[in-house]
Nanobody, 124 residues
């Protein structure tokens, strides 16, 4: 089992930046890819970004490419999402997720573990 805890959400003006963190605990000795998803009110949970375990390969949704950066800490059990040039349409609850295989997925159904989510609100 892996437990994920997100932090770093908040309220920011359009054009601003936020950095989300996700700390993994439990069975973190296994290799697993991690991702960020978001869910706005009335919408489905959508893929934002993912990062592999071994070679730190990354993948981004087109809507955030060039603005968001996903990274992992040196110990690999922490993943970050640096969000720059934020837009009101980025407002959502952001979730951290982990999959017990070192492969990047965009399908939320592939992920085995989820955090509780952190709210990000971007005002215009």
């Amino acid at each position: 089992q892996v437990q994920l805890v997100e932090s770093g959400g908040g309220l920011v003006q359009a054009g601003g930046s936020l950095r989300l963190s996700c700390a993994a605990s439990g069975r973190t000795s296994s290799s697993y890819a991690m991702g960020w998803f978001r869910q706005a009110p009335g919408s489905e949970r959508e893929f934002v970004a993912a990062i592999s375990w071994g070679r730190y390969i990354t993948d981004y949704a087109d809507s955030v490419k060039g603005r968001f950066i996903i990274s992992r800490g040196a110990a690999k059990n922490t993943v970050y999402l640096q969000m720059n040039s934020l837009k009101p349409e980025d407002t959502a609850v952001y979730y951290c997720a982990a999959v017990a295989i070192d492969y990047l997925y965009r399908d939320r159904g592939r992920y085995d573990y989820w955090g509780q989510g952190t709210q990000v609100t971007v005002s215009s």
